[in-house]
């Protein structure tokens, strides 16, 4: 059964850092067809795609939010983890992991996201 | 910046057909775009239904389908049920490796 759970502070002050974590169950990050994205979601807006890691290390990040944004992974302990830097209001939300699967199948190449955590609401205030 | 354009929302009539769109500011989506779709209801998070613009996940009702339209990635439900009333995500994938959600489509079922 695969499982995503999200984790991490409730509220965080502004200018400080917020660093969420991802523990996967189900499936190990060193599969070389596993990466985990981490999205957010302000309360009554959309989804937000922020940073992917895939399974040799490789990163990805939102243009827009690079300069804030670390992630990284511990195989062993199966966890994902995210740093933001720079806390603001704005960034009140409800904050996700999901896996993704690269692979070919049926003579194609598919990227697949398919399990979420329940995600994790983060206020931002002071 | 690359921005992903859905409609805002939608009505259908139970057991209607109807096709929310996705679409992308840079141009026409294709397959290599791989589009994913997601359906959030209220106070949950969102369930994926669609991969690779038409791929279902085993959990995916058969009523929903994907495809590609007019230039745009496309999802369609035939024979709308009141548990589809949710809002709908569409996500895309840009070379360089970063991916960009849509602003979502709420559908109501009246």
Known sequence: ?????????????PTETLTLT???????LSNA?????????????????LAHIFSNDEKSYSTSLKSRLTI???????????????MDPVDTATYYCARQQNYYGSGSYHQNFDYWGQG???TVSS | ??????????TVSPGGTVTLTCASSTGAVTSGYYPNWFQQKPGQAPRALIYSTSNK???????FSGSLLGGKAALTLSG?????????????YYGGAYWVFGGGTKLTVL
Request: net charge neutral; glycine share 4%; charged share 20%.
């Open chain 1, 33 to 49: 067809r596993m990466g985990v994205s981490w999205i957010r979601q302000p309360p009554g807006k959309a989804l937000e795609w």
């Open chain 2, 57 to 63: 996940h085993s959990w995916t009702p058969a009523r």
């Open chain 2, 1 to 10: 910046q690359t921005v992903v354009t859905q409609e805002p929302s939608l």
């Open chain 2, 80 to 92: 709308v049920q009141p548990e589809d009333e949710a809002e709908y995500y569409c996500l895309l």
């Open chain 1, 22 to 28: 991802c523990t996967v169950s189900g499936f190990s």
């Open chain 1, 120 to 122: 994790t609401l983060v």
């Open chain 1, 72 to 86: 990284s992974k511990d195989t062993s302990k199966s966890q994902v983890v995210l740093t933001m830097t720079n």
């Open chain 1, 1 to 13: 059964q695969v499982t995503l759970k999200e984790s991490g502070p409730v509220l965080v002050k």
